[in-house]
């Protein structure tokens, strides 16, 4: 008896428990400091960002072929939120860039931008120079081409650099005497390959040994095998000058740099009569007309030591003075 007794007043102790946990605890409070939607507009609709609220990262995949530089975020904030400062333009490189965000019930939240280029890799570009032999560029030269696995037809792009003995980058020209660079592309036995033609050397460069290096984007690549820097003949671009007697004038070099500039003559009555230099640099150079030189129209001669004479086809017109 005293065995069912006590059998029964376990179950009503059972029973009186499972009714007594009808009260809910309530959830913790959830944050509306938050980014709830992060669109990156593209040509053909927008890419969306992945949000991370455990890392508190947004993650943004950006395809190659949309080429974009930058990306203009649009972003919707959780009710009452607000972000602080204004939504800018983003560097596809950067990786410095964050939101935060405070909630209508005062929480701040701080999330970081993480960009992901989707690009084929690796950059694979041909090499220009060979392991005995070193190609030799003048200073300023610019008819420059390189080809690889580019997979752009923008030549912006397509980022060039020489680079020194102590790893200083500097970045070749993309806008010379033959105007700016461009891309075309072939089929080749395996894959497309891209060429760009019309890249220059750098005028500021002394003579060497330098390592090239191609970045696109993301993309990094360092050619095997360096190119030599040398001085080579100066170019003088073509003006048509008119000057009076006593004048002075000016001529440049968009191409290989002024090195050495010894002698401008001119002929008068078949003499050799010079136009003193008064003074020059890598690219340009003041020259003076003697005011004994007669009215008239001349075809200059310049002399850079070690190099042969250039016979100008570009006048000097000579007036009263």
Known sequence: MKSRL????????????????????????????????????VSDGS????????????TIYLPFYYNLDVIDPEIKLASGAKLSGEVLPVDVLDDKTTYTVTGADKSTVTYKLVI????ISPLKVNEVSTESKPVVWGIGYYMINFSGNFNTLDP?????????????????????????????????????????????????LNPGLYKVRVKIQSLTTDLKYPVKLEYTLPQVDYVSIIAKQGDTFTIKSSGPVFKDLKLITIKVAGQ?????????????????????????TYYPSI?????????????ITVNAK
């Open 47 to 58: 890419i969306s960002g992945i949000i991370d609220e455990t890392d508190k990262t947004i």
């Open 116 to 119: 992901k280029m989707q690009q």
């Open 303 to 315: 002399l850079f030591e070690g190099f042969p004479i250039i016979n100008a086809f570009w006048p």
């Open 272 to 296: 050799d009569v010079s136009l003193p230099v008064l003074d020059y640099t890598r690219t340009l150079a003041t020259v003076k007309i003697p005011e004994t030189v007669p009215v008239g």
């Open 6 to 41: 006590k059998s029964f007043s376990c179950a009503i102790f059972a029973l009186a428990v499972l009714f007594g946990c009808k009260k809910t605890m309530d959830l913790p409070h959830q944050s509306d400091s938050k980014i709830i939607a992060y669109k990156v507009p």
């Open 156 to 204: 912006t792009k397509i980022r060039i650099f020489l680079v020194g003995a102590d790893n200083t980058e500097t970045e070749m020209s993309y806008v010379t005497g033959y105007g700016p660079a461009a891309v075309t592309v072939l089929m080749g036995a395996t894959e497309k390959v891209y060429s760009i033609g019309y890249v220059g050397v750098p005028q500021t």
